[in-house]
């Protein structure tokens, strides 16, 4: 039986871009479960802990709170969605936050291509066009 590959937290901290402290403190507040330990005291993870820092830093990235994300990490990555339908909802009511960012966001990005395209830096816009942009960003 092949035994299950494990990970130093230098080797996580590199593969998901997050710090070794930042992992310790998510372990600190039970955010992660606590790693195992080596004979000399050094903390082991496996693919699971990595697969679950790996979401909290996408959902983390969504601007979702560390209270948000917790109880998407008590689900294991197999789990059936239906017996979740609580998280399910929140997840699509999420996505449609996150929908609106985009559209707002591209809004900015499509004026401030109009701006370098026409050489014009000058608050030059229909009034309409402000109030909509400045409307969306404050959501």
């Known amino acids: 039986?092949?035994?299950a590959q494990t990970?130093?937290?230098?080797?996580?901290?590199?593969?998901?871009g997050i710090s070794e402290d930042t992992i310790r403190y998510y372990e600190k507040i039970?955010?992660?479960?606590?790693?195992?330990?080596?004979g000399n005291g050094h903390r082991v993870y496996g693919q699971e802990d990595i697969d679950m820092l790996s979401l909290l830093s996408c959902l983390k990235k969504t601007g979702m709170s560390l209270d948000e994300i917790r109880p998407f990490l008590?689900?294991?990555?197999?789990?059936?969605?239906?017996e979740y339908p609580e998280l399910v909802e929140?997840?699509?009511?999420?996505?449609?936050?996150?929908?609106?960012?985009i559209i707002s966001l591209q809004q900015v990005v499509d004026l401030?291509?109009?701006k370098l395209e026409k050489g014009r830096y000058r608050r030059?816009?229909?009034?309409?066009a402000q109030?909509?942009?400045?409307?969306?960003i404050l959501k």
Not at 7 to 16: E, L, N, P, R, S
Not at 90 to 101: P, V
């Open 30 to 38: 039970s955010l992660l479960p606590r790693a195992e330990r080596k």
């Open 90 to 101: 929140l997840f699509k009511r999420h996505r449609e936050n996150i929908m609106e960012q």
């Open 131 to 136: 109030d909509n942009i400045s409307e969306n």
């Open 74 to 82: 008590g689900v294991s990555s197999d789990a059936d969605p239906a």
């Open 1 to 3: 039986m092949k035994e």
């Open 124 to 128: 030059d816009w229909t009034t309409e």
């Open 7 to 16: 990970f130093t937290i230098k080797q996580i901290a590199t593969h998901t």
């Open 112 to 114: 401030i291509d109009m």
